[in-house]
């Protein structure tokens, strides 16, 4: 599961003042954690004494198990040193320009026009259940906007090979960053009120 850590930045190259929003992903990958611990200790268990002995063969149960425990462990390992994506959000006379990084590696410019943001609202990347609270303190969360051509809500932030979800605290930021450049656009009233928008 992915976290996101918000931070505002004012940069002033060459003596113009930028106010910008930096996403940092964060990677909480506690499970992978867990299960490189538990399949590498389980592994050098069942490996124990194997190269010791003389009566060492490849096919014994418990090496075959071992390596496929390794194999796992390895695959975690990996998952854990994934580069974490970056989000910069400024806007650009009336253009809301959001650059994606990877890691150092760039990876795409997302440019909007600020007066083709019609509505924004945050919505859960899962169905609701009837009995969940409105709002809370999960990562499944997507902020959407509507533009003055399609009826139809799109992901803000998208990227393409990966689900990329944000907390609502996260969201609510974004949207008071795009609301100070555009004060008219549209926030559904619960969020609004909720997030004091």
């Given at each position: 599961?992915r976290k996101f850590i ?192």
């Open positions: 599961m918000l931070a505002k930045f004012l940069i002033n190259p060459n003596l113009m003042v930028y106010n910008e929003l930096h996403i940092f992903e964060e990677s909480q990958h506690l499970f992978w954690g867990l299960v490189i611990f538990v399949c590498t200790s389980l592994g050098t268990y069942l490996l124990a004494g194997s190269f010791i002995f003389i009566d060492w063969n490849m096919f014994n149960p418990n090496q075959v198990a071992a390596l496929i425990l390794f194999l796992i462990s390895f695959r975690g390992i990996f998952i854990l040193s994934e580069p974490l994506y970056k989000f910069v959000l400024y806007f650009e006379e009336r253009t809301l320009i959001i650059e994606i990084s990877k890691g150092t590696l760039y990876e795409n410019t997302i440019k909007i026009p600020v007066d083709n943001i019609e509505s924004l609202k945050f919505t859960s990347h899962n169905e609701r259940k009837p009995s969940e609270a409105l709002f809370d303190f999960s990562t499944s969360y997507h902020l959407m906007y509507q533009s003055r051509e399609n009826a139809s809500y799109h992901k803000l932030i998208d990227v393409e090979s990966a689900s990329i979800t944000l907390k609502v605290e996260d969201i609510a930021d974004i949207m008071r960053f795009i609301k100070k450049e555009k004060p008219e656009v549209h926030i559904p009233k619960e969020q609004a009120t909720y997030f004091n928008l």
